[in-house]
């Protein structure tokens, strides 16, 4: 079984930045794809963005491209989430996943971590 668990959440101000980390331990079979979805209060889970592990190809949710970007260690089973210019929009539920193709949707995805909170403030 993989295992999946984020870290780097927090506080921030508008503007700020925040770095998260998912690192993958355990089994895993055809590692292929990870993903980024976070999940606010009262709303529905959203993609964020995501990226292939072979060669790095990158697909990102229309309301954090050019602010987010999403990057790999394949040596170091991680995968990371490089926030900037972040906003009150963004609080949410942070959560990492792994898919063994691209996708935006969650039900493409069978492994996912813990969640962590990242909360912006005016």
């Known amino acids: 079984q993989v295992q999946l668990e984020e870290s780097g959440g927090g506080l921030v101000q508008a503007g700020g930045s925040l770095r998260l980390s998912c690192v993958a331990s355990?089994?895993?079979?055809?590692?292929?794809?990870m993903g980024w979805f976070r999940q606010a209060p009262g709303k529905e889970r959203e993609f964020v963005a995501a990226?292939?592990?072979?060669?790095?190809?990158?697909n990102y949710a229309n309301a954090v491209t050019g602010r987010f970007t999403i990057s790999r260690d394949n040596a170091k089973n991680t995968v990371y989430l490089q926030m900037n210019s972040l906003e009150p929009e963004d609080t949410a539920i942070y959560y990492c996943?792994?898919?063994?193709?691209?996708?935006?949707?969650?039900?493409?995805?069978?492994?996912w971590g813990q969640g962590t909170q990242v909360t912006v403030s005016s």
């Open positions: 990226i292939t592990l072979s060669a790095g190809i990158t």
């Open positions: 355990g089994r895993t079979f055809s590692s292929y794809s």
């Open positions: 996943a792994h898919s063994e193709v691209m996708s935006r949707g969650p039900l493409a995805y069978t492994a």
